[in-house]
């Protein structure tokens, strides 16, 4: 039997692409110079895609495909899959949930306590040989026993308040049906109230129509000048204008972000600010993670194409 013929979105690392081709056909579309016609001349024999979370698949890509049957996304995170052009024709989706979930909790922790204690600056301070020339470095601030909000308690947020805990944070969290997780953390239905509770607001929402910009003007007024916003979700969780604003002005802090409209193109006013710590949105980038990652992204179009239950479906 021939292969199944996939279009492939973006690049993978080379061990989970070596894989994947030897079980599959893959146009590289992410590489193609004309990708119009590219989808053109291997439209009819097209029956998968394997896209990551990032790039997901739009509304014209399926509907360019008539015989696409199933997308696979490497990562957690498929708001840029259009899920109701795939609904119209039964096409199914899966992505690569809970093996990355310890290192994107970590990664975010982390941002906070480098941003926090400046440590990019300090390793300047020494680099640069100001230790030597100037001494101290400046102070900066604690993170042990502050308060901490969690806007978003899925799996990823959940791993994030129990690291926060071991810094004994008092933990507060937002939505999404699971406060029966976490009965000694507080529990804040309103998103300004979880601001106004945090020095540290995590945002670990998975992205959707109704999560768009739901950190706005009010939600980073709350977090406040003295407070960090960390965003180890996606952009579009975050008004970026109003967020850029804030740092600016100080009405925020700071923030320390992994994920960016339009990224990886940055707004070039990120670049200006000394108060926002810039990540090139690799949250789950260890190679332990994206090992496992590249296998379920393989394994669920494989499931798919040998007729078996997928292993991961969103839908
Ligand atoms: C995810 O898993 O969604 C990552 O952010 C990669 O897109």
């Given at each position: 039997m021939s292969k199944p013929e996939i279009l492939q979105m973006g690049p993978y690392p080379s061990w989970d692409e070596a894989p994947l081709s030897e079980a599959f056909v893959l146009h590289r579309y992410f590489e193609a110079e004309d990708k119009p016609a590219l989808l053109r001349d291997h439209a009819a024999g097209i029956r998968g895609i394997a896209t990551r979370g990032e790039i997901g698949a739009d509304r014209a890509t399926i509907e360019a495909l008539p015989n696409l049957e199933v997308i696979s996304v490497y990562g957690v995170g498929y708001d840029a899959v259009d899920l109701d052009a795939c609904a119209e024709r039964g096409i199914k989706v899966t992505n690569t949930p809970d093996v990355l979930t310890q290192d994107v909790a970590d990664l975010g922790v982390a941002m906070m306590l480098c941003h926090s204690r400046g440590m990019i600056g300090a390793e300047q301070w020494v680099r640069d040989g100001s230790w030597v020339r100037e001494g101290l470095y400046p102070l900066k601030r604690r993170v042990f026993g502050k308060k901490a909000g969690v806007l978003g308690l899925g799996r990823i947020g959940y791993e994030v308040a129990k690291r926060l805990a071991g810094f004994d944070m008092d933990i507060a969290y937002s939505d999404v049906?699971?406060?029966?997780?976490?009965?000694d953390w507080t529990y804040f239905d309103d998103p300004v109230a979880l601001a106004q509770h945090a020095d540290f607001l995590f945002v670990t929402l998975a992205a959707s129509a109704e999560t768009r910009h739901i950190v706005g003007t009010d939600v980073i007024n709350a977090v406040g000048p003295q407070g960090m916003i960390v965003n180890i979700s996606r952009a579009s969780n975050i008004d970026e204008e109003a967020l850029l604003a804030a740092l600016a002005s100080g009405a925020l802090g700071s923030a320390a972000l992994d994920v960016f409209e339009g990224e990886p193109a940055l707004d070039p006013r990120f670049l200006e600010l000394d108060n926002v710590l810039l990540q090139?949105?690799?949250?789950?980038?260890?190679f332990e993670t994206r090992k496992a990652m590249g296998k379920l992204v393989r394994d669920n179009l494989i499931a798919h194409f040998d007729g078996k239950p997928l292993l991961t479906p969103v839908n």
């Open positions: 049906g699971k406060k029966d997780y976490a009965p090139p949105h690799h949250a789950s980038g260890t």
